[in-house]
C-alpha cells in the first residue's frame, strides 16, 4: 500500500553536511522525496511537533531507564528530555521531508534504525552514520544526537505532515 510519512533531519545531520547521504538511503530503498525543505523552526512549531502527551514521555523516560540511567520517575524524566529536545530542534536548520512509497512509513524506520545509534543495525542510517548514544546523552544532560526523526505510525505521520507542510 502505498504511504507517505515525515522525516526530518535533524541539527546534527545538517551540521555534519549528511543532508544527502542520509537522503540517498531512503532513495536506494525505493522511497520518493516528494516535499523537501530546510528551515529554522521556530519554537511554536516544535511545541506542537513535541507535544505534551505523558505517554510519549513515559516511553522517553523509560528508553533512558532501559539504557542505564538512573530513572526514578520515567515520566518526570522524559518531560526533562522532551524540553531539551525541543532546545535541541531549535538550535540550527532541519530538514523536513516527505517519503511515499509502499509501506512507506514502516520502511523509512526500518532505514533510519534504532533511536539508540550504538544499538542500531549496519546498513542503517543511525548505525552507519550516528556518533552518540543515549546513555552518553543521558549523561550530559542533553537529547540524543541521533540525526532523524522518523513518523511512528500513520496517524502520526498525516499530523506531521499537515504540521510540517500544510500551508504550502
Given at each position: 500500500?502505498?504511504?507517505?510519512?515525515?522525516?526530518?533531519?535533524?541539527p546534527d545531520g545538517v551540521e555534519r553536511?549528511?543532508?544527502?547521504?542520509?537522503i540517498s538511503y531512503y532513495e536506494e530503498a525505493g522511497l520518493k522525496v516528494i516535499r523537501l525543505k530546510m528551515v529554522q523552526a521556530d519554537r511554536d512549531l516544535i511545541m506542537k511537533h513535541y507535544e505534551e502527551n505523558e505517554d510519549y514521555m513515559r516511553a522517553i523516560g523509560q528508553k533512558?531507564?532501559?539504557?542505564?540511567?538512573?530513572?526514578?520517575d520515567t515520566l518526570e524524566y522524559g518531560?526533562?528530555?522532551?524540553?531539551?529536545?525541543?532546545d535541541y530542534m531549535t538550535s540550527g536548520p532541519v530538514v523536513p521531508m516527505v517519503l511515499e512509497g509502499d509501506d512507506a512509513i514502516a520502511r523509512a524506520r526500518k532505514i533510519?534504525?534504532?533511536?539508540?545509534?550504538?544499538?542500531?543495525?549496519?546498513?542503517t542510517i543511525r548505525g552507519d552514520l550516528g556518533n552518540d548514544s543515549i546513555a552518553k546523552a543521558n549523561s550530559e544532560g542533553r537529547p540524543t544526537k541521533n540525526l532523524i526523526h522518523a513518523s511512528g505510525n500513520g496517524e502520526e505521520a498525516?499530523?506531521?505532515?499537515?504540521l510540517w507542510f500544510g500551508e504550502e
Open positions: 500500500m502505498k504511504q507517505q510519512t515525515l522525516i526530518i533531519i535533524k553536511n549528511l543532508i544527502g547521504k542520509i533512558s531507564k532501559d539504557a542505564g540511567n538512573q530513572v526514578r518531560r526533562m528530555i522532551v524540553q531539551s529536545l525541543r533510519t534504525g534504532f533511536t539508540d545509534p550504538t544499538q542500531a543495525d549496519k546498513g498525516e499530523k506531521e505532515i499537515e
